[in-house]
């Protein structure tokens, strides 16, 4: 017998220990599982973060060139109408010049035609000629568009700095084109040595050779007279200067207004702020499409643009004219970057800032929403990856209990089997017994068949009770149920049973007792079954206690209890938590090998909780335990006393 009960143990403990290692490696590839999908979801997130301010700033970045080139449209049209060339010395003459000024200046009165789109009369103020070529002292001719002539003039205040630095680097052709850098000999020395063909460069560009002073504003171009041919024109002929005044104030109230709204504009009005600040003697606020911008907070703008762009002899410089006539502009530095190189900016000082154009949205810093969306698309990626954790923890302790019910299963196709085999056996003993005429007490033998017959009965009426139950075809009549009077029915019906008689039952009932509401038929089930199962465990005792009386609830509520009480083997503190599970048999039941199909109690309880009760359990091993009904009284009280009755 010995050998017999340890192998099944010796079995459970193996797949346990295979239960639980497949666990524990199905737990850890889960683990793996989330800790890889999550390194993808925050290197995912990033990614989209970054392809996201990306696009912004490429967004961003071709809005403003746009807003560049047509600026840089605006103020160039009066230099491609005057058809400044490294040769027009030899063929044209001062009145050409004023000519195509004056048929420049008409054309802008017609603003239907796309090709005079840029025209605007009222840009340019003066057009001067510095003629430091051939007198002795340099002198300053005006063209009078009204009356179409040249005449002399005396040099404005404003323009008597620009003239001066004109007149130092008018020599020849070469330095003349160099106007724009400041007058540094040694600067001089190295320009000479790195300096690209004066033919190259002319011929580049229809615009090549003009220069802008922002700070008045003006734009200037060298012109060479009586050059035989380009290559003197380089060397060592004086030059004499054409300079276009600009209207700083038709650039500040009309032509930066209309090219901001051409691209920055919606249909609710300018989706960004725009700032753009000046130089020299215009470092002063040249336009503010909102009054609480302040450009020198560059921090809080998302993008600045050097309109003019880098010195065209620079790195940066040299690419920009090799790229502009077509290439886009790649890279990240979005947030403060130099436009391409049309033509240098004359300065006066070292590391002077030209015109910057500032864009901060109206929503908020740019840099603050893009922020924003990382962090939303890191919660997101938190969120479904939690989502994912709790899937998967679910499935696991549904896996968990579906195995946990599908050994509880076993264990009651084993127990009932067992439950069935044995009054089987016992009736087919006795049957062959009478057959074969080794009977000599008809009656004796006809008990004992009648007994084993009415447990295989009331066996198949619990499987059949769980699976009515459980099915939701059980119906209860709620009524007004007499509580005395039930327990004393309960009481009769039991006391024939030969299990019983050795047992010494004691009933206590409370004075005044109201009826209870519940299916009578129902209740008495309830009944059978507690005392049935405080019958197989009580052990060596032989005492059974019910005991109905009146409690109050914690929210103030009366309800009648009925408790069954034994002094058994009781129940362990771990398996109390599991003892109203269906099919659920404790160790020491199992152990000391007490027939039952595990499914009394959760019948119980189904049925108790059916009819608005509850049922609980004291107990502590080896010292009994004790199950309670509770109920909802009815109208009405009883008066009975019973304060004990025996069996």
């Not at 970057?337 to 590391?351: D, L, M, Q, T």
């Not at 962090?375 to 696991?396: D, E, K, P, Q, Y």
């Not at 009965?457 to 939701?472: A, H, P, T």
């Not at 108790?608 to 009405?636: C, D, P, Y």
Request: one cysteine or more.
């Amino acid at each position: 017998m010995h050998l017999t009960e340890s192998f099944p143990n010796r079995m459970n403990v193996t797949m346990f220990g295979k239960t639980t290692l497949l666990w524990a490696a199905a737990l850890s590839g889960i683990a793996a599982l989330l800790v890889t999908i999550a390194v993808l979801q925050y290197r995912w997130t990033s990614e989209l973060g970054r392809s996201a301010e990306l696009q912004l700033g490429a967004k961003l970045e071709s809005l403003m060139l746009a807003w560049q080139l047509d600026f840089y449209g605006e103020l160039s049209s009066v230099c491609v109408a005057l058809q400044v060339g490294p040769d027009s010395g030899a063929h044209d003459s001062w009145t050409d010049y004023m000519q195509r000024y004056q048929d420049w200046s008409r054309k802008g009165s017609d603003h239907d035609s796309a090709e005079n789109i840029y025209i605007d009369p009222n840009l340019v103020t003066d057009v001067y000629i510095w003629n430091t070529a051939h007198s002795p002292l340099p002198r300053a001719l005006r063209f009078n568009v009204d009356n179409g002539k040249i005449e002399h003039a005396a040099v404005p205040a404003d323009l008597q700095v620009l003239f001066q630095r004109l007149q130092s680097r008018s020599a020849d052709l070469s330095l003349a084109l160099r106007a724009w850098q400041l007058p540094d000999a040694a600067n001089d020395a190295v320009e000479k040595k790195t300096a690209r063909p004066v033919n190259l460069r002319l011929r580049s560009s229809v615009m090549t050779g003009w220069q802008f002073d922002p700070s008045i504003p003006a734009m200037v171009h060298p012109i060479v007279h009586r050059a035989r041919s380009l290559h003197d024109s380089r060397e060592g002929r004086p030059v004499d200067w054409i300079v276009v005044v600009l209207n700083l104030e038709t650039i500040r109230n009309q032509i930066l207004p209309v090219v901001t709204n051409r691209y920055f504009g919606g249909p609710g009005g300018l989706e960004y702020k725009v700032a753009i600040l000046g130089s020299g003697k215009s470092s002063a606020l040249l336009y503010s499409s909102d009054t609480d911008l302040n450009p020198s907070r560059v921090e809080s703008f998302d993008s600045r643009m050097n309109i003019f762009g880098p010195p065209p002899e620079t790195v940066e410089g040299s690419w920009w004219e090799s790229v502009r006539n077509g290439q886009a502009l790649h890279g990240e530095e979005w947030h403060s970057f130099s436009a391409p190189v049309w033509f240098p900016v004359i300065h006066y000082a070292p590391n002077e800032t030209s015109w910057t154009l500032f864009l901060q949205h109206r929503e908020g810093h740019q840099a603050v929403a893009l922020a924003n969306v990382r962090r939303t698309n890191l919660i997101t990626g938190i969120v479904v990856l939690g989502l994912l954790a709790v899937s998967m923890v679910f499935v696991v302790i549904a896996s968990q209990r579906a195995q946990s019910l599908a050994s509880l299963q076993m264990n009651f196709v084993a127990s009932i089997s067992h439950e069935l085999r044995t009054p089987l056996a016992v009736i087919y003993s006795a049957g062959e017994n009478m057959t074969d005429g080794f009977a000599p007490d008809i009656s004796e033998y006809g008990s004992i068949i009648t007994t084993q017959t009415r447990q295989l009965i009331e066996l198949v009426d619990q499987i059949l009770l769980f699976s009515s139950v459980k099915s939701g075809k059980t119906n209860y009549t709620l009524g007004t149920v007499d509580i005395e009077n039930l327990v004393q029915e309960v009481r009769k019906s039991t006391s024939s049973l030969p299990e019983l008689s050795a047992f010494t039952l004691e009933i206590d009932i409370e004075k005044t007792l109201p009826p209870a509401i519940g299916d009578k038929q129902a209740l008495r089930r309830c009944l059978n079954n507690l005392l049935g199962n405080a019958v197989k465990y009580s052990g060596k005792s032989r005492w059974i206690g019910i005991f109905c009386k009146t409690e109050i609830t914690p929210n103030s509520q009366t309800e009648v209890t009925i408790t069954v009480k034994d002094r058994g083997i009781g129940i362990t503190a771990s398996e109390l938590q599991h003892i109203f599970e269906p099919f659920y048999r404790g160790s020491s039941v199992q152990a000391a090998q007490i027939h039952g199909t595990g499914l009394g109690l959760a019948v119980v309880k189904h049925m108790i909780e059916a009819m608005g009760g509850r049922i609980s359990v004291k107990s502590e091993a080896g010292s009994g335990s004790a199950f309670t009904l509770h109920l909802q009284t009815a109208n009405g009280t009883g008066n009975r006393t019973r304060p004990h009755i025996g069996w």
